[in-house]
């Protein structure tokens, strides 16, 4: 089945400084999403994403499909960011919103 | 505009006990998935519903059941509890044919 690989698996940030994300999946997908995960367990749909490039306030995403990869940006970051940032795809074969997690990123953001 | 509800919020279950868990979905979804997210792990996807049936399943033995009611909630059945079952469960809701999820809070069971 597809893989999904998440990095860096851990990251420790100061407040105010900016991140990247990376998710590298191993096979053609009709659906990428970004999920945060806060410490209470609800997870928050971030972005839907299966090719292109969105942002949304201190966040963005980009997505090349041709290549599989994305990558999420967060720019001046803020404590509240802390928690846990899945990258979860739909293979084309899959159907019915199927989602394939990858491990995630633990952000940590420091004051 | 009420989202996903989980019920119950936390479960302690001995082993070989069996346990049901409750979702409502987001109004307006009619598809029902259910998730397994071990700590440390990513959720792992265990079936969904659509229909009041199965219409598709993850790696997940036939311990696993579940059921849709014509209201679209939908209940996660787990019999002969290990403790590997211990994890949080996550129930998700969509419309069919539209990407969209959105995620529950989740049902944290934890099998001694």
């Known amino acids: 089945g597809i893989q999904v690989e998440q990095s860096p698996p851990d990251l420790i940030l100061q407040e105010g400084a900016n991140s990247t994300l990376r998710c590298n999946f191993s096979d053609s997908v009709n659906n990428l999403q970004w999920f945060h995960q806060n410490p209470w367990g609800q997870l928050i749909n971030l972005f839907y994403i299966p090719s292109g490039t969105k942002q949304n306030g201190r966040l963005s995403a980009t997505t090349v499909a041709t290549e599989r990869y994305s990558l999420l940006y967060i720019s001046s970051s803020q404590t509240t960011d802390s928690g846990v940032y899945f990258c979860a795809v739909g293979p084309i074969s899959g159907g019915y919103n199927k989602l394939i997690f990858g491990a995630g990123t633990r952000l940590a953001v420091h004051p | 505009d009420a989202g996903v509800t989980q019920s119950p919020t936390h479960l302690i279950k001995t082993r070989g006990q069996q346990v049901t868990l409750r979702c409502s979905p987001k109004?307006?979804?009619?598809?029902v998935s259910w998730y397994q997210q071990a700590l440390g792990q990513g959720p792992q996807f265990i079936f969904q519903?659509?229909?009041?049936?199965?219409?598709q399943r993850g790696n997940f033995p036939d311990r696993f059941s579940g059921h849709q009611f014509p209201n679209y909630s939908s209940e996660l059945n787990v019999n002969a509890l290990l403790l590997g079952d211990s994890a949080l469960y996550l129930c998700?809701?969509?419309?069919?044919?539209?990407?969209?999820?959105?995620f529950g809070s989740g049902t944290r069971l934890t099998v001694v």
């Open positions: 109004s307006g979804h009619d598809t």
């Open positions: 519903y659509y229909e009041e049936e199965e219409r």
């Open positions: 998700a809701s969509s419309t069919r044919g539209n990407y969209g999820y959105t």
